[in-house]
């Protein structure tokens, strides 16, 4: 069971307990993709039937910060913990370097993926890197091609929401891989080009505070926050009337 918040349900899930059960849909036959929204997106969903549809449609929703997770527990229904895309990410590839996996990274500025992908060989001893695909392509098919003869098992797709949502409904199983993950700005992280906060505001609840010192440019986004919790209220409300 899901648990729900303003429309977008959520998988109740330890980090320990999503990537084991990343690494179970890696083994399954067929194409799994895995979702990580926060309250950004959320709202984005109430707004977009088909983002809504991709986002719901996913094998694993996982709540990406502390807004969803304070939104369940104001809702009355609690989730375990937050679970945010780019850890998950990095568990994943531990287990995938033992295992023997293989990994294409897709998205971000050209050249980025590339970086990237040689920190992440050298971080993670072991991983194979199937190969890499900067993120402003015009046309999907020939990306899909590449991504179907590289042989990957599993694709983090990187092309901001909710495009990377869409973009795996429609072409996920198309590329031959288990497992697709969106996983918005991470490989600009992996790479190094952008510095996630210092674990001590994460604690506090503050990563996207620190994010917006640092871009400010998405102050527009971000006042989708104060209206995630309005509307978060506003369901209280009406569950308890
Ligand atoms: N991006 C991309 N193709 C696009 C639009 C964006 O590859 O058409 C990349 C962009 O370069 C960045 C990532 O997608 O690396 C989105 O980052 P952002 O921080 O906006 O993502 P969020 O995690 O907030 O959705």
């Known amino acids: 069971m899901r648990v729900d918040v303003l429309g977008v349900g959520f998988d109740n899930l330890t980090m320990a307990e999503a990537v084991e059960q990343g690494m179970k849909l890696i ?9 990580t929204p926060n309250p950004e997106i959320v709202e984005v969903c109430r707004e977009n039937p088909t983002a809504n549809e991709a986002v719901n449609g996913a094998d ?5 910060g502390v807004g969803v997770v304070k939104g369940a527990r104001i809702l009355g229904t609690p989730l375990k913990e937050k679970t945010p895309g780019i850890e998950f990410a990095a568990h994943l590839m531990e287990r995938m370097a033992a295992e023997g996996k293989s990994l294409y990274l897709l998205g971000a500025k050209p050249g980025i993926a590339e970086l990237a992908a ?17 993120g402003y392509f015009k046309e999907d098919e020939p990306v899909v091609e590449e991504i179907a003869n590289s042989g990957a098992d599993v694709v983090f797709v990187c092309l901001g929401a ?12 198309s ?3 288990h497992l697709l993950c969106g996983l918005g700005g991470s490989l600009d992280v992996f790479a190094g080009v952008v510095q996630r906060a210092p674990a001590v505001w994460s604690r506090m ?7 917006l010192l640092k871009e400010p440019r998405r102050i527009g986004r971000m006042m989708k926050l104060p209206l995630f919790l309005v ?6 409300g009406k569950k308890k009337g």
């Open 27 to 35: 083994a399954e036959e067929g194409c799994h993709y895995v979702v």
């Open 60 to 64: 694993l929703v996982l709540p990406d």
């Open 118 to 134: 040689g920190k992440l060989k050298e971080t993670y001893p072991g991983l194979v890197i199937a190969g890499t695909h900067d």
């Open 162 to 173: 909710p495009k990377q949502e869409l973009w795996m409904k429609r072409y996920g199983p």
């Open 175 to 177: 590329t031959g891989a």
């Open 205 to 211: 609840g503050l990563e996207w505070f620190y994010r």
């Open 231 to 236: 509307h978060v209220y506003g369901q209280k």
